[in-house]
């Protein structure tokens, strides 16, 4: 895909198909992307300052992936999904902005999930009431920036991986 999207306030766009877009914008002030049980891949930027959801039925995990490296999560909106399975997949190195402070309720035990040889660095706060899972214990990778903040609800790694929480400040 080549656009961009910009969902305005008091804006919902609700999916009714598999998507790839280049960057995401969602705006404050009630403005939603409903995935809708459908696969969202983004190749560029994703900024969140209203809210990512899933409201269809629930089946197979739902994703928002962010799949083209050297790009930026960004934004202080939420990411949600009820009961139903929403996931954030960080499928390529991703940087989460120190402007960041979003928030992701979504139920299912792995909300939020690192590729195998994909970093996450998180410069921002990211809060997430379930897992944060690492896909290996050896290439997939959560590094916390200075200043930065992640608060989860439940556990982060897999098989004996961690994060790497070293710099100053943390």
């Known amino acids: 895909a080549t656009g961009n999207v910009f969902i305005t306030s008091n804006t919902t766009?609700?999916?009714?198909?598999?998507?790839t877009i280049v960057d995401v914008t969602i705006y404050p002030s009630n403005g939603v992307l409903d995935v809708n049980d459908f696969v969202f891949t983004i190749n560029g930027n994703l900024t969140i300052n209203g809210t990512l959801t899933n409201t269809g039925a629930g089946g197979a995990p739902i994703i928002a992936a962010m799949s083209?490296?050297?790009?930026?999560?960004?934004g202080i909106g939420e990411i949600t999904g009820g009961n139903n399975n929403m996931q954030l997949r960080f499928a390529a190195n991703t940087t989460i902005a120190s402007t960041a402070n979003l928030t992701n309720n979504?139920?299912?035990?792995?909300s939020t999930f690192v590729n195998a040889a994909v970093t996450v660095t998180n410069n921002g706060r990211y809060t997430t009431i379930?897992?944060?899972?690492l896909s290996t214990a050896t290439t997939s990778i959560w590094t916390q920036g200075v200043n930065s903040l992640l608060s989860r609800g439940q556990t982060i790694g897999v098989?004996?991986?961690?994060?790497n929480a070293s710099s100053v400040l943390n």
């Open 13 to 19: 766009v609700t999916l009714t198909a598999n998507t």
């Open 68 to 74: 083209t490296g050297g790009k930026t999560l960004d």
């Open 106 to 110: 979504s139920n299912f035990n792995r």
């Open 130 to 133: 379930q897992n944060v899972n």
């Open 159 to 163: 098989g004996g991986a961690s994060g």
